[in-house]
Structure formats: C-alpha cells, structure tokens
C-alpha cells in the first residue's frame, strides 16, 4: 500500500535555524513510520533569523522539496534603518542594536498596517496560482500550513478554496494574541483586517491544531470547531551518546533562544546584584549563559546592574551544540515573556530542557501553561517573575546544592513529549481529515 501524501507548506525549512524550523522537520523526520509521505514547498530564498546546517540531517532521504523564490520587502526595511545588506532581523519586535526611535515606530507601522497578515503576503498569490498547477498533476491527500508567518496559512486557504484538498492549519504561536500584537501601532482597519483573516483561517481549515490548552480555548471562542493541541518536543535522537562532565569551577545556569523586551526580568538582576553582594563565592563562581538573540534592552540592564563577569551572551549556535551545552548546564532558565498573553506561552524550549534532565526555574508572571508541564514532570520550579526573594531562594539553594555536588532533577513523564509520539498523533489527525 503506497503511502498517503501530504503538502507542508512552511516558511521556515533546513538550513534555516531556531525554534520555527525544528516542530515540522522533527514530524517530517518521523512521518513516514505512520504512514505518510511529506511533500515540501518553503521560499528558496527566505530571511531566515539565523542559519543551521545541522538541522538538514533530520530531513527525510529523497524527500520531495519544491522551492520557490519570494519577495520580501526587508531590503527596504533595512535600508530605512540603516542596516547592512546581510543584517539577520530579528522575531517579534527585537532589535540588537539602538537605532532612530523615529525610524524604528515608522517602520512597526509600516508593518502592522500596510503588510499584513506579515512581510510574506507578497508570496501568497504566486504560491497559490504554482501549487494549484503543481496538484493538478501530483495528487495529494492532505495540505498542512504552519505559522506564523501567517501568510503560510493564507496560501492554504487559497490552494484548499482551488482544489478542495483537506486542510490542517497549524498554529506555533497565536495571530491576533501573539505577545508584540498591540505593539504594532495598528490602525482600526488593520486590527479588523488581521481578526478577519484570522477567524476566515480557523473557519475554512478542515483541522487546526496549536501547541498548548490555552490557545486552544481562545481559537474555540472564535469559531465553533473543535480545535486539538499538539505541544512542542524533544527528540531523543538529539540527546543519544552525550556524555558530560559536570562543572566543579563555575555553577552554570543557561538560558537557550531569543531574550525579547518582554523576557527582560528586572527581579533577575537585582537577585544576581544581591547575591553577589551577600556572597562572595557566588559572585566568584555563579555564571549565567544566555545562549541566543538578545534584545538591546537585556544588555543595557546586564551593564546597568555591573553583572558582565556574571553573564556570557553566546549568540545564535547549531542546534546540536546546544544539546550539548543544556546537558554541560547545571540548571536551565526559562522566562515567559511579561505580556497580556503570557498564560498561553509554551516555549519549544521547555521540552528539549526536559530531555536535557537538569532543574528547570521558569520565571512566569502567571500560573499558565507551562505551569501544567512542570506540574507533571516534576522538572522544576515555577517563580513568579516579581517574587524577587523566592528568586533569590531558589538560586541559593541550587548553589548550595551544586556546592555539594548532589544537584538533580526529578524529571518524570516525559515520553508523550518525544517528538516521535507527537507525530503519530499528527499523522492521526491527517488520518481523521481524510477519513
């Protein structure tokens, strides 16, 4: 029996690095093993936040790849704030460096309301008219969109409106309640026009599926279907023959992937600034690893709080080392940004610091999703983001423990997270849509 084929259609593809590539390679990797051949079509040349060939080996041998050039009007966007021709740009509203405060509102303008749904719209109707042409000849069972960009998911729209093949949306991070949203300076005809989009997305998709229960709850108060939840994962491929040995100068807690303005947490660096002072054995020996894009504000604060013999920023590196250095970590940190949709936040991170097996503190405004993953694994400890002292509790614990050399985790239930079994239920839904 030949296998059923579906049609990802992603902006984000191998090279391409960070947290948007690796939810689709990882299912693409396994699909097969349930019954489903993918087929992908990504931009040949996209502007990808970073580049990591090491995700090209979980790509499927003699995958079928369609690639097709699109145009973005990030060239424009640099040239107005005066960065150079190969500057990466940031997710969200990050920037890296100071710029125009002027430039920089006139540019958030430009893009919440005149690119919209996002700087991709330029590739929906080419997209659509090529893979409309491109089915006629290939047949396929199923279409699967994943964003954001959601642009991603207007082409399916307009591919499932031309061929009427079942189509599963699949939502990384929410549209209209995505953390930077209000931050866009959007008029009250872009804000229509974004809910408009967003709710004819949920409406036309056979499926849709998120990562987390709140996101879920949201979409269903907007459309009445059922909505499923597929979290993010770890693949235990990544973590095989890894073997560490543990740090006996420096305590070293790590925080992977991007530092926003949102996950800027002043109580973090005044707990620091005061142990520092109450100690100087941990000012000697407790390090901080922010492994990642880090917004100008984060540093600014670092300097402001005279933290830089605390604190290395390591910028953007191959997902395999990354593996390793969460594993060379004695604690991992997670911060949940400080933003209205804080509660529905489950970072893709969570997961692989699961797998990694070392104590978790998670930095939270709100008892929210993640809250319900620590809850079952047992993995760490959820602070609130303003509890300075609990912060500094916590911290002088884990040294003290580190000191003693019996730090652990008690990492439980983790294997409905492995990416492997994350696929088989994708591959059920794609089942279901089709059946």
């Given at each position: 029996m030949s296998p059923k084929k579906v049609?990802?259609?992603?902006?984000?593809?191998?090279?391409?690095?960070?947290?948007?590539?690796?939810?689709?390679?990882?299912?693409?990797?396994?699909?097969?093993?349930?019954?489903?051949?993918?087929?992908?079509?990504?931009?040949?040349?996209?502007?990808?936040?970073?580049?990591?060939?090491?995700?090209?080996?979980?790509?499927?041998?003699?995958?079928?790849?369609?690639?097709?050039?699109?145009?973005?009007?990030?060239?424009?966007?640099?040239?107005?704030?005066?960065?150079?021709?190969?500057?990466?740009?940031?997710?969200?509203?990050?920037?890296?460096?100071?710029?125009?405060?002027?430039?920089?509102?006139?540019?958030?303008?430009m893009r919440g309301n005149l690119f919209i749904p996002d700087a991709r719209k330029f590739w929906i109707r080419p997209s659509v008219k090529?893979?409309?042409?491109?089915?006629?000849?290939?047949q396929v069972d199923a279409i699967a969109t994943t964003g954001p960009p959601h642009s991603m998911h207007m082409i399916g729209l307009g591919v499932k409106e031309n061929t009427g093949i079942p189509?599963?949306?699949?939502?990384r991070d929410p549209w209209t309640n995505i953390d930077f949203f209000e931050d866009l300076s959007l008029s009250k005809w872009a804000r229509n026009i974004h809910h408009r989009l967003e709710k004819k997305v949920l409406e036309?998709?056979?499926?849709?599926?998120?990562?987390?229960?709140?996101?879920?709850?949201?979409?269903?108060?907007?459309?009445?279907?059922?909505?499923?939840?597929?979290?993010?994962?770890?693949?235990?491929?990544?973590?095989?023959?890894?073997?560490?040995?543990?740090?006996?100068?420096?305590f070293l807690l790590s925080h992977i992937g991007m530092m926003t303005p949102t996950r800027n947490p002043e109580t973090l660096w005044q707990a620091l600034t005061e142990l520092n002072a109450e100690s100087d054995e941990f000012r000697n020996k407790f390090r901080l690893q922010l492994i990642g894009k880090i917004d100008i504000t984060i540093r600014e604060k670092i300097l402001h709080y005279s933290l830089e013999q605390n604190v290395d920023i390591i910028d953007y590196v191959p997902h395999d080392k990354i593996i390793r250095m969460q594993k060379e970590s004695d604690a991992l940190l997670l911060v949940i940004n400080e933003s209205p949709n804080a509660n529905l936040l489950l970072p893709g991170k969570l997961f692989e610091y699961l797998a990694a097996r070392k104590p978790i503190i998670c930095l939270s405004p709100v008892e929210g999703d993640v809250c319900y993953v620590l809850d079952k694994t047992k993995a760490g400890i959820l602070i609130?983001?303003?509890?300075?002292?609990?912060?500094?509790?916590h911290l002088r614990q884990l040294f003290n423990q580190w000191k003693e050399g019996n730090i652990s985790s008690n990492n439980e239930s983790i294997d409905e997270f492995s990416r492997k079994n994350l696929t088989q239920q994708l591959a059920s839904q794609l089942d279901h849509l089709i059946s």
């Open positions: 049609l990802l259609i992603t902006y984000y593809w191998p090279p391409a690095g960070g947290s948007g590539v690796q939810r689709w390679v990882k299912f693409c990797k396994y699909l097969r093993e349930f019954g489903w051949e993918p087929i992908v079509y990504t931009p040949s040349n996209p502007e990808p936040p970073a580049i990591d060939k090491t995700l090209v080996k979980d790509i499927p041998d003699d995958i079928t790849i369609l690639k097709r050039p699109i145009w973005e009007p990030y060239s424009l966007y640099k040239k107005l704030l005066g960065m150079k021709k190969d500057a990466k740009l940031g997710a969200g509203l990050m920037k890296q460096e100071k710029g125009s405060s002027l430039l920089q509102k006139l540019s958030i303008w090529y893979l409309t042409a491109y089915l006629e000849q290939h189509w599963l949306a699949d939502f036309q998709a056979d499926s849709v599926t998120v990562i987390g229960p709140t996101m879920k709850k949201e979409f269903e108060e907007i459309v009445d279907k059922k909505i499923s939840i597929i979290t993010n994962g770890y693949d235990e491929d990544d973590f095989r023959d890894i073997a560490v040995a543990p740090s006996e100068d420096h609130n983001t303003y509890d300075k002292e609990a912060l500094k509790t």
